[in-house]
């Protein structure tokens, strides 16, 4: 059974920076695409960001892009996610997810088979 457990959220202003991580349990951490979700209040679940099994490739949300940035350890078995110049629109619970790669990155989120059970980011104007 795979876990996943995120930390680092917390109340920031607008223009501030924060950075998540997400902890994954199992041996086989190297074999995921992991990506980052979030979901705000009254919205669907979004794609935030996702990275390959060894790290070599992203994808991003267009909304995200140039401000967030997806890593992951895998000698760690950590994924991380880096968010700078936040805005109040960041505001959500923010989701690590792991999927067995059949690709190296992907987006939708129905494909992910693990989740977290998220940290609140919350971004003040």
């Known amino acids: 059974q795979v876990q996943l457990v995120e930390s680092g959220g917390g109340l920031v202003q607008a223009g501030d920076s924060l950075g998540l991580s997400c902890a994954v349990s199992?041996?086989?951490?190297?074999?995921?695409?992991i990506g980052w979700f979030r979901q705000a209040p009254g919205k669907e679940r979004e794609f935030v960001a996702a990275?390959?099994?060894?790290?070599?490739?992203?994808l991003y949300a267009d909304s995200v892009k140039g401000r967030f940035t997806i890593s992951r350890n895998n000698a760690k078995n950590t994924l991380y996610l880096q968010m700078n110049s936040l805005k109040s629109e960041d505001t959500a619970i923010y989701y690590c997810?792991?999927?067995?790669?059949?690709?190296?990155?992907?987006?939708?989120?129905?494909?992910?088979?693990?989740w977290g059970q998220g940290t609140q980011v919350t971004v003040s104007s």
């Open positions: 997810a792991a999927d067995w790669a059949s690709r190296p990155t992907y987006s939708d989120p129905d494909e992910y088979e693990y």
């Open positions: 199992g041996r086989t951490f190297g074999s995921y695409v």
């Open positions: 990275i390959s099994r060894n790290g070599a490739n992203t």
